[in-house]
Nanobody, 125 residues
Framework: QVQLLESGGGLVQAGGSLRLSCAAS????????MGWYRQAPGKQRELVAT??????????NYADSVKGRFTISRDNTKNTIYLQMHSLEPDDTGVYYC????????????????WGQGTQVTVSS
């Protein structure tokens, strides 16, 4: 089983910054693509940013609404990804979820998707 634990959310004024962390633990062979998603009240969950595995080039992808303000990164030595958020806006408010595509065994190339419990980010105007 794989657990994802997010941290770093909180309340911040518009224009401020926050850094989210997501640490993976448990039994698994490899973490492949990982990412951050968010869900605002009354809205569907949406992609914020993703990063591929180092084997795949560590390629990042961002939602248009956060490009130039957010940066996703990963530290494979700690099985952790980060989301550095700058110039936060009230529309960034929501619950931020960590996602990981996990290869659980070396003999099984299939991936399983795991989600964290979410961390609240609130940006006041």
């Amino acid at each position: 089983q794989v657990q994802l634990l997010e941290s770093g959310g909180g309340l911040v004024q518009a224009g401020g910054s926050l850094r989210l962390s997501c640490a993976a633990s448990g039994s698994f062979w490899r973490l492949n693509n990982m990412g951050w998603y968010r869900q605002a009240p009354g809205k569907q969950r949406e992609l914020v940013a993703t990063v591929t595995s180092d084997d795949s080039g560590g390629i990042t992808n961002y939602a248009d609404s956060v490009k130039g303000r957010f940066t996703i990164s990963r530290d494979n030595t700690k099985n952790t990804i980060y989301l550095q958020m700058h110039s936060l806006e009230p529309d960034d408010t929501g619950v931020y979820y960590c996602n990981a595509m996990v290869r659980t065994h070396f003999w099984n190339h299939a991936e399983s998707a795991y989600w964290g419990q979410g961390t609240q980010v609130t940006v006041s105007s």
